[in-house]
């Protein structure tokens, strides 16, 4: 099979063209690694010496990995969580330390907290609107399932159900509230098996 010399030389500039497209892409691809391995190079000469960059500051880091009651917020956590943490300016580090100032003396209130008379109240309050929220997550739970109560299934309408008092009880503080339903009606329930 011999080729004439027009088809040769097509198959030259074919080649050639193709050349000089890899011969481009592979230029490119080697400035992308030179500047991936500059700027490794630099952060890990920044994090060995400690040296600080002039455009970034990292006190917030040492503040939050001082406090080692939040082991989730130690250092080795902060720069796994978030890599891109010395990308962030000046501005939004002191923002982010703000926040976390605010949240370490912030007072959380609890249940224990509160007064008798307000926890019996919200109670009465939870057992009174139950039936509300319960629809209120119904609807919910139909939407996040893409399904509707009344075009299912037995198994889907059970499923519904579950998910909607499960989205119930999450919200607010409804899960204490019921825990302490629960209690009453075991107390209620242990005094009866008593009396008979």
Same mark, same amino acid.
């Given at each position: =099979?011999?080729?004439?010399? &027009?088809? %040769? @030389?097509?198959? &030259?500039?074919?080649?050639?063209?193709? !050349?000089?497209?890899?011969?481009?892409?592979?230029?490119?691809?080697?400035?992308?690694?030179? !500047?991936?391995?500059?700027?490794?190079?630099?952060?890990?000469?920044?994090?060995?010496?400690?040296?600080?960059?002039?455009?970034?500051?990292?006190?917030? *880091?040492?503040?939050?990995?001082?406090?080692? $009651?939040? #082991?989730?917020?130690?250092?080795?956590?902060?720069?796994?969580?978030? #890599?891109?943490?010395?990308?962030?300016?000046?501005? @939004?580090?002191? $923002?982010? /330390?703000? =926040?976390? &100032?605010?949240?370490? $003396? /912030?007072?959380?209130? $609890? %249940? +224990?907290? &509160? #007064? %008798?008379?307000?926890?019996?109240? /919200?109670?009465?309050?939870?057992?009174?609107?139950?039936?509300?929220?319960?629809?209120?997550? =119904?609807?919910?739970?139909?939407?996040?399932?893409?399904? @509707?109560?009344?075009?299912?299934? +037995? %198994?889907?309408?059970?499923?519904?159900?579950?998910?909607?008092?499960?989205?119930?009880?999450?919200?607010?503080?409804?899960?204490?509230?019921?825990?302490?339903? =629960?209690?009453?009606?075991?107390?209620?329930?242990?005094? *009866?098996?008593?009396?008979?």
């Amino acid at each position: =099979m011999s080729f004439s010399n &027009e088809q %040769l @030389e097509q198959i &030259e500039e074919i080649l050639q063209s193709k !050349e000089a497209l890899l011969e481009g892409r592979e230029n490119r691809l080697q400035a992308r690694v030179k !500047e991936l391995e500059d700027k490794l190079g630099r952060q890990n000469i920044i994090n060995n010496t400690g040296l600080k960059d002039d455009t970034h500051t990292n006190d917030h *880091i040492r503040d939050i990995s001082s406090d080692r $009651t939040r #082991p989730s917020l130690g250092s080795a956590a902060l720069t796994d969580v978030n #890599p891109h943490l010395s990308d962030l300016s000046n501005h @939004e580090l002191h $923002t982010i /330390k703000k =926040m976390y &100032e605010n949240d370490s $003396t /912030k007072v959380k209130k $609890t %249940l +224990l907290d &509160e #007064p %008798l008379g307000d926890i019996i109240d /919200k109670t009465i309050n939870f057992t009174s609107y139950s039936f509300d929220s319960f629809l209120k997550s =119904m609807y919910s739970a139909e939407l996040a399932h893409k399904k @509707e109560f009344k075009e299912s299934n +037995l %198994l889907d309408k059970i499923y519904l159900c579950i998910s909607a008092f499960t989205i119930m009880l999450k919200t607010d503080q409804n899960m204490i509230y019921m825990g302490i339903i =629960m209690i009453f009606f075991s107390n209620i329930i242990y005094f *009866i098996s008593i009396l008979i």
